[in-house]
C-alpha cells in the first residue's frame, strides 16, 4: 500500500484506505473513490493528479492525492 503520489504514470490501482476525516471521506465518496474503488493514474508529476474511473476524468490536488492509499493491481 502506498499514497497516490509513489504511482507510476499508466498504472492501474485499488483504493486501500483514504487518510481524512469524515469530511475527506464524504467528498472522495462523491466523486467515486471509496475503498475498492479502481482507477488509472494518468498524471501524477507537476500539478494536481489526473485519474480515470471508467469514462471519467477527474483532476485531484497534490494534498487530497496523497491521503489516498492505493495498492497497484
Do not use: H
Not at 35 to 60: M, Q
Amino acid at each position: 500500500m502506498m499514497p497516490l503520489s509513489f504511482v507510476r504514470e499508466g498504472a492501474v490501482v485499488k483504493v486501500e484506505n483514504l487518510a481524512g476525516g469524515m469530511s475527506f471521506r464524504k467528498r472522495m465518496a462523491e466523486l467515486g473513490l471509496l475503498p475498492g474503488s479502481v482507477f488509472t493514474v494518468l498524471r501524477t508529476g507537476g500539478g494536481p493528479f489526473l485519474l480515470k474511473i471508467g469514462e471519467t476524468r477527474l483532476a485531484l490536488g497534490q494534498g487530497m492525492g496523497n491521503r489516498i492509499f492505493v495498492r497497484e493491481i
